[in-house]
């Protein structure tokens, strides 16, 4: 997979060869409030393949450690910067700092079915049942 980086940008990695996940370094510095969210730059740009996405998942050390939490979507086709919204579950700020690993990118394949509209969907033994619909 290609990659770029902007000035200040650190090149994603795996901290073990076997990771599912690139850890995404923050390229400045930011505050995520208690309570709150920010929006942090990694300077890092990527070509994911076709038939594939890229998911931005949560450090587990920010998660479990800082209640610091992230998620989100990077389209194949997509080569701008990828910016991360980190949200911030705790009672206390938590101050991000450039190099920080901030995310990991997970790379996984995707269906990519045509749409058809219908008139109604085949029955199923679930049906339209939803939360709770199974028990508690």
Excluded: C, W
């Amino acid at each position: 997979m290609k990659v770029t980086l902007d000035p200040g940008a650190i090149m994603p990695t795996r901290a073990h060869a076997l990771d599912a996940g690139l850890d995404l370094y923050a390229r400045e510095a930011g505050v995520i409030p208690a309570g709150g969210s920010a929006v942090i730059d990694t300077g890092v740009h990527v070509s994911i393949p076709a038939g594939a996405v890229g998911m931005l998942k949560s450090k587990s050390g920010l998660n479990v450690k800082r209640n610091v939490l992230s998620e989100g979507v990077i389209d194949a086709g997509y080569t701008g910067p990828i910016v991360v919204k980190l949200y911030n579950h705790g009672f206390e700020d938590v101050a991000v700092t450039p190099g920080m690993k901030i995310t990991q990118l997970v790379i996984l394949p995707i269906l990519t079915p045509e749409l058809e509209l219908t008139d109604a969907l085949e029955e199923t033994e679930r049906g339209d049942g939803g939360f709770g619909s199974t028990g508690a």
